[in-house]
């Protein structure tokens, strides 16, 4: 103890004991360390407060709470987006028959990649990082308590949850605990069995999977109390986030809420129908779509929801000229009024 | 290894630790500790605003400012719907902004040190040029929402300041309604605006109820002006001009929307601000604000955070009245 007084009397390095590895986890990711164990070896391996500081502010998980560090949001003074209006339902069929073919084929190829695009989750080292990409499906469901907790609103017990998009179940394993039934969704049947495996490792037994691939399954839905979708419809063309969100929104219980990621501007993003036809379908890429912000409130609006929160999110990265949003919305109940 | 609760406070262990594990260093002193206990703040807190500080930021990471996380916690703010007590809150603000209109008018537009008196003659020039980016956000910002501005427009712009945004929004409107709580603002701001338009009404504001004599508006515009005040004025504000906007009319507004830390006691704030002038940052959720529009029947069309130097989050919003 008093070497280590006597060395921050001088500025010297610093040495690090447990202790500092503890408190690093907390102020640094939030959370307590996961074993002992992992508290000794770090502190055996870093040498001095800067070096702990520099392993956690350029871990992933570090990047992720905070966002990337970056703040190139819009100057406000970009150009509109191109984006045609498809409203024709053989088309929007057809857009998502697309998705679906692309999906099922990465659920085939490169499931847990597919789902959060680092290279560590590629099918080669997956079975390495696993216990990573699994606890990263926590802070899906942090953002939306935080929301919920800014916005004075909470989930009952009792409530159904829908998941649109679970891929292979990274947050419905943290989402199902927070609902009485949730409802996890997928356009890909092969991510699907994935999720299935995986949530049932986890105990999670109020789960059910289902397959969603065409508009009209959406109708299928029993009336739900939270829409829950991140780094989900983005993946998916204008027409069909739009058709999505009108027939989720529908199915909206009243009072109920939807909280739910889309980016909402990329410079120089057009969606025009023939030119994406021509150029996509069939080429099995990972695309990245946006919706602007007014037409989504329009349709919440149409839909009878409230907008409570819009939140630039990080999803996207931040990258310049990019802006990715987190909306939360509730359902007016059927007298018509806003809850306040 | 004992859990600590995140909402639970932080103790002067915790605020220790966050000197040395985030800034790298020692407190300055024992006081510095004592205060951030004192403060009662939760861990969770004491994290934000360490790893949101401006030490951390720039001098150990070198990075721009934090963007919002979606971890944010709530913000305490009272609600004050009682009109006598708004009043008496705009009265404060009023006597601050007035004071500033008779000694540092233009600084307290900018805080920059080049627009204080001293300086000013050599950068009025500048200063007066600096409004136009900000207009020509808010055409931008119409135009990327494929709508007009609209035509014949009557146009109100609250905290008109010394009317560095006047001047440029003028040209675009049929006539300007331009208002402000300080007299020396306006006076300043009349001989400034008067050498380019001639469209403009600039207006005194004595009282919240003022903005309920304002003739229909086609446009709101205000710019750096709604942060200077307290949250219930900020609503009530909002409150007032939505009503006076009429069908079609849009509202392009700047105001945070999230300051870290932030908080406001209404007993608090009276027994330690009321006698003091000074420039106050206030925050008003986003919540509050689509609240008061949705009751006006004013739909939100955009929503974009301001890439601000500071420690918090600003919005513009663009809104329409249906």
């Known amino acids: 103890m008093i070497r280590r007084l006597m060395s921050w009397m001088s500025g010297e390095s610093r040495s690090v004991d447990e202790e500092a590895v503890i408190w690093a986890y907390r102020l640094f990711l939030d959370r307590e360390p996961e074993s002992s164990a992992v508290v000794a070896d770090t502190a055996r391996a870093i040498k001095s407060w800067d070096g702990l500081r520099r392993q956690f502010t350029t871990s992933d998980e570090f990047r992720q709470r905070v966002g990337g560090g970056g703040r190139p949001s819009l100057g406000g003074l970009e150009p509109p987006m191109r984006i045609e209006d498809v409203r024709d339902p053989s088309q929007i069929a057809r857009l998502l028959d697309h998705i679906a073919a692309t999906w099922t084929r990465f659920g085939e190829t490169e499931p847990h990649y597919s789902v959060v695009t680092d290279e560590k989750f590629r099918p080669e080292t997956i079975g390495e990082f696993r216990a990573s990409f699994d606890a990263s499906g926590r802070i899906g469901v942090d953002r939306l308590d935080a929301a919920l907790a800014r916005s004075g609103l909470s989930l009952s017990p009792e409530a159904i949850c829908v998941e649109l998009g679970c891929g292979v179940g990274r947050i419905s394993a943290w989402l199902a605990p927070r609902c009485a039934r949730l409802i996890a969704t997928d356009i890909s049947a092969s991510h699907l069995e994935l999720a299935r495996e995986h949530l049932l490792a986890q105990g999670a037994t109020n789960v059910e999977l289902r397959r969603l691939s065409r508009i009209e399954d959406i109708d299928t839905l029993p009336p739900f109390d939270l829409f829950f979708s991140v780094i989900v419809l983005q993946h998916n063309p204008p027409p069909v986030i739009r058709a999505i969100l009108e027939r989720v929104f529908s199915r909206l219980r009243d009072g109920g809420l939807a909280y739910f990621q889309v980016p909402t501007y990329r410079a120089g993003y057009v969606f025009e129908l023939d030119a994406y036809l021509h150029d996509k379908i069939g080429k099995g890429e990972m695309e990245m779509h946006v919706l602007p912000q007014r037409e989504i409130v329009r349709i919440a609006g149409e839909s009878g929801l409230d907008l409570i929160e819009i939140i630039e999110d990080p999803y996207t990265g931040m990258r310049p000229g990019e802006m990715s949003n987190t909306f939360l919305f509730r359902k007016r109940t059927s007298k018509g009024g806003r809850l306040e | ?322």
């Open chain 2, 1 to 322: 290894m004992n859990d600590r609760s995140l909402d639970a406070p932080a103790d002067a262990a915790a605020v220790r630790w966050a000197y040395r594990l985030v800034l790298g260093r020692e407190p300055e002193n024992e006081e510095a500790v004592r205060a951030h206990v004192a403060r009662g703040t939760t861990l969770a807190q004491l994290r934000e605003a360490f790893l949101g500080s401006h030490e951390f930021r720039v001098k150990v990471r070198g990075v721009a400012p934090p963007p919002p996380t979606g971890l944010e916690p709530p913000l305490a703010i009272d609600r004050a719907d009682e009109g006598a007590l708004r009043d008496r809150l705009f009265r404060h603000i009023a006597k601050s902004w007035s004071h500033y209109g008779n000694t540092e008018p233009h600084w307290s537009v900018l805080t920059f040190d080049q627009y204080r008196n001293e300086r000013l003659h050599e950068n009025l020039d500048a200063f007066n040029a600096s409004g136009q980016v900000t207009v020509n956000r808010f055409l931008a910002t119409l135009v990327r929402n494929g709508i007009m501005f609209p035509a014949n427009a009557h146009c109100i712009e609250l905290g008109c300041g010394v009317g560095r945004l006047t001047r440029w929004l003028a040209p675009h409107a049929r006539a300007v309604t331009a208002l402000d709580v300080s007299p020396g603002h306006l006076a300043l701001a009349k001989e400034h605006v008067g050498k380019y338009a001639s469209n403009v009404e600039f207006r005194q504001l004595r009282s919240l109820e003022d903005l309920d004599a304002l003739p229909p508006a086609e446009v709101f515009f205000t710019f750096l002006v709604l942060q200077h005040n307290p949250p219930p004025v900020i609503e009530s504000i909002l409150d007032r001009i939505f009503a006076r906007l009429t069908p079609g009319a849009i509202a392009y507004f700047h105001l945070p929307t999230y300051i870290p830390g932030y908080r406001f006691s209404i007993d608090a704030y009276l027994c330690e601000r009321e006698d003091e002038l000074g420039m106050e940052m206030h925050a008003l959720p986003r919540r509050d604000v689509f609240r008061i529009a949705e009751r006006h029947g004013v739909e939100t069309l955009e929503v974009l955070n301001e890439a601000t130097k500071e420690l918090m989050l600003a919005d513009y919003f663009l809104m329409r009245k249906r």
